[in-house]
């Protein structure tokens, strides 16, 4: 990319195309991954422009994590024209064609950052207690009665969800080409019989 | 500490007193705090003592991760004399109370070290996959089929149950001095209540 090309950006757009392919880069890579040198290399300018524009390397990850969790967070926004139902189910279909389609973000969001920078590890579980505060949100229009027991319950149960997906990707990395995928609605099956089997479990919990 | 003394331990028993030191200071620290400079202090020894016994900050490092994992899973490791119900109620106990115990040993270990070196999150996910392979074996003997969907779910429940500590915990620092703290009972009541729910759930599933 010629100097000419690049300096017909604004700094906010080249602020943007950087932090993209920052979060492209997590595609295939851990967080730890991605430094100054990476970035630079990939967006085809100097270290000094990445330091012009995140200050530190530690910058630069905050603006790379906090893209990738709000492109997660966008692509399963809930639609509120759907009935309550629906419209869990049609979440859990959404964040399982998201995993699908960009595992390796999922990955560095959901175990890459958990050590480190406690910044990273807040915009990360701003994400869980999101999605959490999601389905407290349609299962009480559901009719479901609110409830400490159940905001941990739900939680937890985003955790119980991301283990599952992180656990079945390991299975398929790890199998013969004999095993075929799992079915994306066999998944989303068990997502949805676990997350109605602990949301009764917190109904009956004194917590 | 005199050299005098410090020379009467064998290199074995200097190397488990220098783990020992390393878990103890994760009790208020993160695995990144963990460095050779802390370890040679708390210890009493020199920098180039920490070197002979673990070579490398990294390997110190999954020295102290795998002594506390081993820790936890003896501290929980089920009774085999009791009946199967009662085993998992009892190890539920075990580990909410193990966590009351050295809740800063078992953050570190459930969220500390799940970035950066793959051999200490390999170390963790163990300790996770023991947990899950203990409850199946109970349910297992309690009649319960064994299915792949078992298996996922117990994983991904053993999450659920870490996130739950997690959460409870960063509810507890932000409480103000009159809300008390929740009941172990409550909680243990919540954690079998929920696992029931999620292997009711896995038994309807087709994954």
Do not use: C
């Given at each position: 990319?010629?100097?000419?090309?690049?300096?017909?950006?604004?700094?906010?757009?080249?602020?943007?195309?950087?932090?993209?392919?920052?979060?492209?880069?997590?595609?295939?890579?851990?967080?730890?991954?991605?430094?100054?040198?990476v970035?630079?290399?990939?967006?085809?300018?100097?270290?000094?422009?990445?330091?012009?524009?995140?200050?530190?390397?530690?910058?630069?990850q905050?603006a790379?994590?906090?893209?990738?969790?709000?492109?997660?967070?966008?692509?399963?926004?809930?639609?509120?024209?759907?009935a309550?139902?629906?419209?869990?189910?049609?979440?859990?279909?959404?964040i399982?064609?998201?995993?699908?389609?960009?595992?390796?973000t999922?990955?560095?969001?959901?175990?890459?950052?958990?050590?480190?920078?406690?910044?990273?590890?807040?915009?990360?579980?701003?994400?869980?207690?999101?999605?959490?505060?999601?389905?407290?949100?349609a299962?009480?229009?559901?009719?479901?009665?609110?409830?400490?027991?159940?905001?941990?319950?739900?939680?937890?149960?985003?955790?119980?969800?991301?283990e599952?997906?992180?656990?079945?990707?390991?299975?398929?990395?790890?199998?013969?080409?004999?095993?075929?995928?799992?079915?994306?609605?066999?998944?989303?099956?068990?997502?949805?019989?676990?997350?109605?089997?602990?949301?009764?479990?917190?109904?009956?919990?004194?917590?």
């Amino acid at each position: 990319m010629s100097v000419e090309r690049r300096s017909r950006l604004t700094p906010d757009a080249r602020r943007a195309q950087l932090i993209s392919a920052g979060v492209s880069f997590l595609a295939d890579h851990t967080l730890d991954d991605l430094t100054i040198d990476v970035l630079a290399a990939r967006g085809g300018v100097s270290r000094a422009l990445i330091f012009h524009y995140f200050d530190s390397r530690q910058g630069m990850q905050r603006a790379v994590v906090q893209a990738a969790r709000d492109a997660l967070l966008h692509a399963t926004l809930p639609r509120p024209e759907l009935a309550p139902e629906q419209r869990v189910h049609d979440v859990l279909v959404r964040i399982t064609s998201f995993v699908a389609d960009h595992r390796g973000t999922f990955f560095s969001l959901v175990r890459g950052p958990a050590s480190g920078d406690p910044t990273v590890r807040a915009l990360v579980d701003e994400a869980r207690a999101a999605n959490a505060e999601r389905l407290r949100e349609a299962l009480i229009e559901l009719g479901e009665p609110d409830s400490s027991a159940l905001r941990l319950a739900l939680r937890s149960w985003v955790a119980f969800a991301e283990e599952t997906f992180v656990a079945l990707a390991s299975e398929q990395a790890d199998a013969t080409a004999a095993q075929a995928d799992h079915l994306p609605e066999d998944l989303i099956g068990f997502l949805e019989l676990t997350l109605t089997g602990v949301v009764a479990a917190a109904r009956k919990a004194r917590i």
